[in-house]
């Protein structure tokens, strides 16, 4: 009985440390050969400010790299760098080092080096 019990608590105890370093994650269906960027009706989730005085909302992070159809919304009159929180904070904080910080959401966009049909 001891014996049981030792190689259950043995075991339930590898099963947990083995755990930590092992993924869980089961796919669910099938590879639909479909590249999301191919797809027309992307939908992105890009962290946004909405504001009662602007009327698109206002976006707090660089602008530059991210691709423009990843935006739901677009402003006819204006491109997206105008409601670009980082530019406004680098002007008012000037001569303050904020480029070494982390202080506005960090938004990468990867585009795939090459689009299959």
């Known amino acids: 009985v001891i014996?049981?019990?030792l190689v259950?608590?043995?075991r339930g105890y590898y099963k947990s440390i083995m755990s930590l370093f092992r993924g869980t994650y089961k796919e669910v269906g099938k590879d639909q050969g479909q590249n999301f960027s191919?797809?027309?009706?992307i939908s992105t989730?890009?962290?946004q400010v909405n504001s009662n005085i602007f009327s698109y909302p206002l976006l707090p992070y660089k602008?530059?790299?991210i691709?423009?159809?990843l935006y739901d919304w677009q402003d006819p009159d204006k491109p997206f760098s105008y409601y670009d929180l980082t530019l406004d904070a680098e002007e008012l904080l000037e001569g303050v080092d904020i480029k070494s910080k982390v202080v506005f959401s960090q938004t990468y966009h990867f585009p795939p080096t090459t689009l299959q049909d």
Not at 38 to 41: A, C, E, M, P, R
């Open 45 to 47: 989730y890009l962290p």
């Open 63 to 65: 602008t530059e790299h």
């Open 8 to 10: 259950s608590f043995i």
């Open 3 to 5: 014996a049981f019990v």
């Open 38 to 41: 191919n797809v027309t009706s």
């Open 67 to 69: 691709d423009k159809q």
